[in-house]
């Protein structure tokens, strides 16, 4: 089979000048760019200069003499085939594009979110963008340590956002790929930045409580009061409340796995009027035989009118009737999450609480105010879902920070 340019260019760096194979995805990114910048497939005078002119103050010494050897290769393979015709370099998406479009199946047979599913596409292109435009069939492990590491060490990323791009890069070489990744001990790991989870006092949440209107109200009480995340809250369906034993089940979470958490007997009155409230969409949905609700994918596969039931219709529903991004289906999806997120920023604002707090501090202060209480982080553990016990531990820091138990030398004065 005849090689195409790009592997004989491979070839010619390798063999050539010696270039180590972990390598050369960098000096094609410098050709590639040396092509798009200068518009030249083939040399002509001076253009090598100007590239380097241009790239010289956006980049450190090492990287500008790299791309120099790069850009001279290249020339020189050039000049060494002698072919006018020769096309360019660019990179031939179409072989990843499938790679993508097999990803996207994947997750949705997995029933993974579409932000899940945004977050894995967006560093497999980055991953691919990196490799030099690779088949995706010859990258390699050597390619995976050098993307994560270039990650740390170019962009200083944070450590869940290395995390993030590695199980994105894992997921495509085990699922897609059929290949396996071991022994990342060279990676240069993003430094960890030990950060306290901010969180609010019960009196805070009290305050901010008392200011939110309508349902978003309940969803913050939800949130707070069951120790959820915002997403988990509001696609809460109706089959997942359990009023006789104030239990709620969370339906897919951290690994993918349900699991039940209390539900306070505070928010039920309020809960039973919100479920006979958004019955007249339930009912109207019905009026005008629209298509059910979201359900999980396996799920809508076998039993693809079970969307249409009253059970799996969601307790915080829209009032309207929007395009499923996936499915290209109108039907009703459940509240935005920007919409709460900027009444409990609102709420904050007007309590005049000096914090800057996103909604997920209500879930943090939920696991802090356990620990306060006395109750043991095992159980603590289930209620929020967490595998590993060590990431409940920090709030127990927390709480020891926050209630010290000790009295101040000033205290003791007798003035």
Not at 388 to 410: A, E, Q, W
Request: with cysteine.
């Amino acid at each position: 089979m005849e090689k195409t340019v790009e592997e004989e260019l491979i070839t010619f760096i390798a063999e050539k000048f010696k270039v180590s194979s972990h390598k050369i995805p960098h000096y094609l990114r410098w050709i590639r760019k040396y092509i798009e910048l200068t518009g030249k497939t083939s040399f002509s005078d001076n253009t090598q200069d100007k590239f380097l002119k241009e790239i010289y103050s956006q980049y450190p010494a090492w990287q500008v003499e790299q791309a120099d050897k790069a850009v001279t290769i290249y020339i020189s393979f050039i000049r060494k085939n002698h072919d006018s015709n020769m096309k360019s370099l660019k990179l031939d998406n179409s072989v990843w594009k499938n790679v993508i479009l097999n990803m996207k199946e994947e997750k949705r047979l997995q029933n993974k979110s579409l932000k899940t599913e945004r977050s894995y596409i967006y560093w497999v292109k980055k991953f691919s963008e990196y490799s030099g435009s690779k088949i995706p069939g010859y990258v390699s492990q050597d390619d995976v340590k050098g993307f994560l590491t270039y990650l740390a060490v170019e962009h200083s990323v944070a450590v869940s956002t290395q995390k993030q791009a590695f199980n994105a890069i894992l997921f495509l070489f085990r699922h897609i790929l059929d290949k396996q990744i071991d022994n990342l001990d060279s990676v240069v790991r993003s430094k960890v930045k030990r950060r306290l989870p901010l969180v609010l006092s019960q009196r805070e949440v009290s305050e901010i409580i008392r200011r939110m209107k309508h349902s978003y109200r309940l969803m913050t009480e939800i949130i707070y009061g069951c120790g959820l995340r915002l997403s988990k809250c509001l696609s809460l369906r109706i089959k997942d409340v359990d009023f006789q034993n104030t239990i709620l089940t969370i339906r897919s979470g951290k690994g993918d796995k349900d699991r039940q958490t209390l539900l306070s007997t505070k928010v039920l009155p309020t809960l039973k009027k919100q479920i006979q409230d958004i019955r007249k969409y339930y009912e109207e949905d019905r009026f005008e035989d629209r298509p059910g609700v979201e359900l999980p994918r396996a799920l809508e596969r076998k039993f693809p009118n079970a969307g249409k039931e009253w059970t799996w219709f969601w307790v915080f529903p829209s009032a309207r009737i929007s395009v499923d991004p996936r499915s290209g289906i109108a039907r009703r999806h459940y509240m935005l999450t920007s919409s709460l997120q900027k009444s409990f920023k609102t709420a904050i604002g007007v309590s005049g609480i000096a914090k800057n707090k996103s909604i997920h501090t209500l879930a943090y202060s939920f696991a802090i105010h356990l620990v306060e209480s006395g109750y043991d982080i095992r159980t603590i553990q289930e209620l929020l879902g967490h595998s590993n016990v060590s990431t409940i531990m920090i709030y127990t820091h927390i709480s020891r920070c926050n209630k010290l138990g000790v009295i101040s030398p000033m205290d003791q004065l007798d003035f």
